[in-house]
C-alpha cells in the first residue's frame, strides 16, 4: 500500500487537485451526515482520507505519517482485499482509483459542470482509451472498439538476459546495454505490434458472414495525463498449475516519446496519409495532449512471488529518493535504472513541475 499511496502523493495533476481544495473533506462530511439514516454512521469517503494524507503530509512536519484511517476506510470497501496480507501493487492501485471514482460523486457533477470529459480526478488522471481493430484477412473489413484503460499492460519476455548478467553493463548508464535486453520500447512495440488470432479465437465477419481467420492490433486512441505501465513478471499457468515470477531486467527512458504507439500514428504507417474517417477521429483524439512524458516514479518488487517486497522511487526535482516503508533516502539515478521495475509511472511533459516540497514520509 505504502508504494501505491507515495505515486499518489507526488502525481502532480492529483496532488494539485486536493492541495488546491477542490475536495473539501469538512464539506463532505457535511453533505454525508444529512444523507445518512438517522442512527447510521456516515459511509467513509476514501476521498476525504486522501485530503487528509495530503494535508498532513505536505504539512511540513517531517515525522512519518501512519495511513490507518484511510486503510480502514479501504478495507471497509474493498471487502475481498481486506486482510492482513500481502496485496499485489497493480491490484491495489486498480481498486484505490475505482473506490476513489465512487466516492467523488458530487465532485463528479462539479467536474460536468466545468466542461470535464471525465467525471472524477482520479480517471480524469489516469484514464486513457485503448482502440482494438480486428481485420479479417479473407475480405479486410476490420472491427474497431475502443475501451477505457487505467494503466497499460506490458509482457516482458522472459528470455532475455536476467539483472546477474547485466550489472556490470548498467554502471555506465542504459547506453552500454547490449541488443538483447528488454526495453520498454520494445515491449510498447510488441504491445501494438499486430497479433495473428488462432483457429480457436476466430471473429464473426460482418462482410463475410462467417467466422474468419483474423489480425488483431491494439494502439493507444487517447493519453492519459499520467501514464501507468504495469510489467507483467508474475506468470500463472493454468495447465501446469504453477506460477512463477520473471526476474528480468527491463531497460527504461526517463523521458519518453508516446507517439509511436498512438492510433494516429499506426493508422498511417498502415494506410498512409489517405483521407478516412477512422484517422481524422483518432488524429483529433491524439493532439488533444502532448505525447512527451517524463517519468516521475518507479515501484520495484523483490524477493518471492508469494513473498516479497516493494519500494518506490521518487524523482522530485531531478534528484532521485528511494521510499522504503518509513525509510526515504537519496540514491543515483543509476540505482534506479538498474531496478527490477514492476510499474513506471510518466507524467505528461508539460505538467513536469519544480517540487517545492520535502520528500514525504510514510
Not at 211 to 240: A, D, G, Y
Request: hydrophobic share 35%.
Amino acid at each position: 500500500m505504502n508504494s501505491i499511496l507515495q505515486v499518489l502523493l507526488h502525481a502532480p495533476p492529483i496532488r494539485n487537485y486536493f492541495l488546491s481544495d477542490r475536495h473539501n473533506r469538512f464539506l463532505c462530511q457535511q453533505r454525508s451526515r444529512k444523507k445518512k439514516a438517522p442512527g447510521a454512521d456516515p459511509p467513509a469517503c476514501l476521498a476525504c482520507n486522501l485530503d487528509e494524507m495530503y494535508s498532513a503530509v505536505f504539512s511540513g512536519d517531517r515525522s512519518p505519517y501512519s495511513p490507518a484511517k484511510f486503510l480502514h476506510s479501504w478495507w471497509q470497501q474493498a471487502s475481498n482485499l481486506a486482510n492482513y496480507e500481502q496485496q499485489d501493487a497493480h491490484e491495489f492501485f486498480i481498486s484505490i482509483l475505482d473506490r476513489i471514482h465512487e466516492n467523488m460523486e458530487d465532485d463528479q457533477h462539479k467536474s460536468r459542470s466545468q466542461g470535464h470529459r471525465d467525471c472524477c480526478i482520479a480517471h480524469r488522471v489516469f484514464s486513457g482509451v485503448l482502440r482494438s481493430d480486428v481485420t479479417c484477412t479473407n475480405c479486410g473489413f476490420t472491427s474497431t472498439t475502443y475501451d477505457p484503460c487505467l494503466d497499460i499492460s506490458l509482457d516482458l519476455d522472459s528470455g532475455r538476459n536476467s539483472m546477474a548478467s547485466l550489472k556490470p553493463h548498467i554502471r555506465n548508464g542504459e547506453k552500454d546495454l547490449s541488443y538483447g535486453v528488454s526495453t520498454l520500447m520494445r515491449c510498447l512495440e510488441s504491445f501494438t505490434r499486430p497479433e495473428r488470432l488462432d483457429s480457436e479465437q476466430k471473429f464473426f465477419c460482418q462482410r463475410c458472414k462467417d467466422r474468419k481467420e483474423s489480425l488483431k492490433q491494439m494502439s493507444i486512441r487517447r493519453l492519459p495525463l499520467v501514464t501507468c505501465f504495469h510489467i507483467k513478471r508474475f506468470e500463472h499457468s493454468s495447465v501446469k498449475k504453477m506460477s512463477r515470477k520473471v526476474d528480468h531486467y527491463l531497460q527504461f527512458p526517463f523521458s519518453l516519446d508516446m507517439t509511436p504507439y498512438l492510433s494516429s500514428s499506426i493508422l498511417r504507417s498502415r494506410f498512409g496519409y489517405r483521407i478516412f474517417p477512422s484517422v481524422g477521429d483518432d488524429s483529433d483524439a491524439a493532439n488533444e495532449l502532448s505525447s512527451e512524458f517524463e517519468i516521475f516514479a518507479v515501484i520495484t518488487h523483490s524477493g518471492r512471488l508469494d513473498a516479497g517486497h516493494y519500494v518506490t522511487y521518487l524523482r522530485l526535482n531531478d534528484h532521485w529518493y528511494k521510499c522504503d516503508d518509513t525509510w526515504i533516502t537519496s540514491v543515483d539515478e543509476n540505482i534506479v535504472r538498474a531496478s527490477q521495475a514492476y510499474m513506471l509511472f510518466y507524467v505528461q511533459k508539460m505538467l513536469c513541475y519544480e517540487a517545492r516540497e520535502g520528500v514525504a514520509a510514510s
